[in-house]
């Protein structure tokens, strides 16, 4: 049976975690030498360098579904070197999560919690839409509805990225069955995640693995090559890039 159909687990309440997200995660990914930031600051990397463009005198409109606790608005911030030309918006089913993402106060970002599937934005209103490891916590029974919303809410010629732990790798099944609040996750291949995001009417641009090597010993040194690797399924994840396929 593939791991998308097999029935949900009770859902993770993330409201429990809002508090010390970042520290439960830290003590998780302990095997992987590296905290928690890392990975997210990769991400705000990663949009920063690959976000399309916006409208010519508009601000970058992004809109990060599953935003927990508003680090990666931090990050990108960080990442651009302030709130100039861009507006984002972070929702999440976790009130705590959203609470504690307001409390950052972060210029150019707004936080708000949503029903998990209907997105409360009109059409075409964002030029990213981003996934940041949460499409594995969203039953498998939504996501094809809720990814339809975020290409209904998409702009033409926006860009959705969804960054995801791949199944494939020992060391990332071993962290997700070890994590307190992976109790719930649904890992998804790239494959099927390819074809989930087709099915909602986005064409993939693009499939990248990233996160080959752990922070220790002799695979320090490896750490260039991911790079050149990111086309091997193996990474311990991996992040699609898509358009609207109309
Ligand atoms: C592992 S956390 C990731 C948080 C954040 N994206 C990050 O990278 O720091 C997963 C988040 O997904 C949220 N979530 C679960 N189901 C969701 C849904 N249907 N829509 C939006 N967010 C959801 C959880 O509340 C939680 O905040």
Same mark, same amino acid.
């Given at each position: ?72 608005? %931090?990050?990108? #911030? ?11 918006? $972070?929702?999440? !089913?976790? *009130?705590? =999560? ?86 719930? %996750?649904?890992? #998804? ?11 909602? $009417?986005?064409? !993939?641009? *693009?499939? =990248? ?38």
């Amino acid at each position: 049976m593939e791991p998308e159909n097999k029935p949900s687990p009770p859902p993770t309440d993330f409201d429990q975690f809002a508090r010390n997200y970042r520290d439960v995660h830290d003590v998780n990914l302990k095997p992987s030498g590296f905290p928690s930031d890392y990975f997210a600051a990769q991400k705000a990397r990663i949009l920063v360098e690959e976000s399309p463009a916006p409208d010519a005198g508009s601000p970058l409109r992004l809109l990060d579904v599953g935003c927990g606790t508003g680090r990666l608005e %931090a990050l990108i #911030l960080a990442a651009r070197g302030g709130s100039a030309g861009i507006q984002m918006e $972070g929702i999440d !089913v976790s *009130a705590q =999560s959203v609470e504690e993402a307001q409390s950052q106060q972060l210029p150019g970002a707004a936080f708000r919690v949503y029903d998990g599937q209907h997105i409360p934005f009109d059409a075409d209103s964002f030029d990213v839409i981003v996934f940041c490891c949460v499409m594995h916590h969203v039953p498998p029974a939504i996501r094809e509805p809720l990814l339809k919303e975020c290409r209904r809410t998409l702009k033409p010629g926006g860009g959705l990225f969804l960054f995801e732990h791949n199944p494939l790798n020992p060391l990332t099944q071993y962290l997700v069955k070890s994590c307190p609040f992976d109790g719930d %996750a649904i890992l #998804l291949r790239s494959g099927p995640a390819a074809d989930l995001l087709r099915r909602a $009417g986005f064409r !993939v641009l *693009a499939k =990248s693995f990233i996160n080959f090597f752990p922070n220790r010993g002799v695979f320090q040194k490896l750490m260039p090559l991911e790079n050149r690797l990111r086309r091997l399924p193996l990474g311990a994840q991996y992040y699609l890039r898509a358009a609207r396929a109309d």
